[in-house]
Nanobody, 114 residues
Framework: QVQVVESGGGLVQPGGSLRLSCVVS????????MGWHRQAPGKEREVVAA???????FYADSAKGRFTISRDNAKNTVYLQMNNLQPEDTAVYYC????????WGNGTLVAVSS
């Protein structure tokens, strides 16, 4: 059984920062890509950022220049540093990890409001 657990969400004012963390544990081997998606109220889930096993990164246009994804392979952990957050970043952020299957967490809420 594989567990994917996100943390670090919360309420932040516009212009603020948050760092999301995601730990993958259980019977999982050789995680390749890890990443973050988000789903805002009334919208479809969308990719935010992803990182390969070798460190290659991908960012959605909305995340470029503001968000940074990183990972610690020894800890099966992926991070998302989010700076200059804006109200349109308000969403539930989901972590995923790809091994033989694609595993998802239950999400962590990020709310950006003054």
């Amino acid at each position: 059984q594989v567990q994917v657990v996100e943390s670090g969400g919360g309420l932040v004012q516009p212009g603020g920062s948050l760092r999301l963390s995601c730990v993958v544990s259980g019977s999982i081997f050789s995680i390749s890509a890890m990443g973050w998606h988000r789903q805002a109220p009334g919208k479809e889930r969308e990719v935010v950022a992803a990182i390969g096993g070798g460190g290659t990164t991908f960012y959605a246009d909305s995340a470029k220049g503001r968000f940074t994804i990183s990972r610690d392979n020894a800890k099966n952990t992926v991070y998302l540093q989010m700076n200059n957050l804006q109200p349109e970043d308000t969403a539930v952020y989901y972590c995923n990890a790809r091994a033989t299957s694609l595993y998802w967490g239950n999400g962590t809420l990020v709310a950006v409001s003054s």
